[in-house]
């Protein structure tokens, strides 16, 4: 079995991007019957899904300052890809504060790092001297790694740059998440143009898995935008399940304590656990 790789993705901030790759990653790999491998990849400068998933003190120490984030990758993939094992900048250990994480199958993480922020310019317009290009460098790392994982998942940065696109040429499906407000609804509709235009020009089938709402409230303008997004065959199926907006979910990017599953997701566990079974039947086992 090879892994299925999931981007996350909205050209909007604040959408709730990181927290469904979180609670995605410490359901599949956790708290359900599934127990599935999980390797999270953090793609976004501003690093929120490895704050959330390990300590700041580890990632300092033990791979930043040794080059082992990802940005490193992209400055210098003849070194990175020569040199560096997937060992080392793979975190394996401690990742996430549920608990009982230590009876996940297998929660691991790739982490980010600000210095993605610097890398759009300095990126070769065509090729590394390894006949690599930019954008095949994801797709390059998870290659020997596919085998070692039920599903990855890609935390992406609200834009389409090249290193965005690197994480969509090693995708087979994304996910897009949603809040039911206008402005969100515009970020979907760009998105969609992008990606249509992204297959194109990369001779790609990156398919939208489906449109997942967050932070929902069920007022009646979010109702509504709901069901106009529900009807209408231009967007991505909407998922069954939704994510709550929920203060305490907010605080689960809080790596400060240990939390069980409740605490962490408070009234949002059942419907966590429902996303966790409708994301395996939309991707596959
Ligand atoms: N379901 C939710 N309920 C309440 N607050 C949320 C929820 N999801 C996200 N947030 C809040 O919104 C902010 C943005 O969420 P985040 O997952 O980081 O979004 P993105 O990755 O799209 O920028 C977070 O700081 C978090 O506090
Ligand atoms: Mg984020």
Redesign the pocket.
Known sequence: MTAKVISIC?L?????????VMALAEYLAGDTMYKKRVLAIDL?P?T?LTSALMSEDVWERQFESKRLTLPYLFKDPEYFLENVKSENFIVKQNISNVRNRNSFAQLHLIPSSPRLFEIQEELPSGYYSCNLKPVELIRTILKPLLNNYDYILI?CA?NINTVIKSAFLASDGLII?CVLNRMSIHGLDLLLEQIEKFNRYYIHNLKTVGTLI??YNGTKVQTEHLNSISVNPFYPPVFESK?????K??EG?ELSNYLTYKQKYDD?HDSMVKLTKEFIQRVGK
């Open positions: 909205n909007k901030g604040g959408v709730g991007k990181t927290t469904i976004d501003q929120n935390d609200p998440p967050s932070r994510i709550l907006e929920r203060a979910i907010a990017l949002s």
